[in-house]
């Protein structure tokens, strides 16, 4: 869950290091595919499209946390929230090899239904897991690293890092890392007792 808030941060941060080599590149694009350079309203349009719509995949998201946590239990739906993750990142990793700013487009949308599900999960996954003492201090884990995850961001989009023209798809798809280490660590956890007993009627699992 700490990799997932973790991915979060990470993943709305790093879009702006590389906003003047995805504009441009969104501009190379359109050249190649219709002979003209798009207008400057154009490019803001498809720029604003970039950054907003990891929001509307995170209230995407966020409305499915519910329903999954419940269906599938807290674990299984975080390990679910990291196949959009990989997903993501890929496309926006692949999108300037195959000539698409939608595939950036679609990649933030789905890195945003990871975020929405996962931000929400995690604080519900770590307050039922940790023990009575330290429930306050575990709950606090989702937005300490999802800070971390926006200040690694920030460092990556450095230009002595990944923030240079020829290497802004491998920053764009560095939250891959994070939500494959989520992905295999994950089944190693145990399930919320809560999930066990309430939802599953399963009292000796809870135990």
């Not at 946590?69 to 390990?79: C, D, E, H, I, Q």
């Not at 020829?166 to 989520?182: D, E, G, K, S």
Request: glycine letters at 12%; one cysteine or more.
């Amino acid at each position: 869950g700490i990799t997932g808030t973790f991915h979060y941060g990470l993943q709305v941060s790093i879009i702006n290091s590389p906003a003047e080599y995805i504009q441009s590149f969104i501009r190379e694009t359109w050249l190649k595919r219709y002979g003209s350079s798009p207008s400057a309203e154009m490019l803001t349009l498809m720029w604003s499209l970039i950054v907003s719509i990891y929001s509307i995949g995170g209230l995407l998201g966020s409305s499915c946390a519910g329903y999954l946590s419940v269906r599938f239990g807290r674990k299984k739906a975080m390990m679910i929230g990291n196949i959009p993750a990989v997903l993501g990142a890929a496309l926006m990793g692949l999108s300037r090899l195959c000539g698409s700013f939608e595939m950036i487009v679609a990649g933030r949308f789905i890195s945003g239904i990871c975020g929405g599900l996962v931000q929400n999960v995690h604080i519900m996954y770590a307050g039922e897991c940790a023990p009575q003492k330290l429930r306050g201090l575990i709950a606090i884990t989702a937005s300490t690293f999802s800070a971390v995850g926006r200040f690694v961001g920030f460092a990556l989009g450095l230009k002595e890092v990944l923030g240079v023209e020829a290497l802004w798809p491998i920053l764009l798809a560095a939250n891959t890392v994070p939500a494959l280490f989520q992905l295999l660590t994950l089944p190693f956890f145990p399930d919320s007792p809560r999930y066990l007993l309430i939802d599953q009627k399963d009292k000796e699992a809870c135990i």
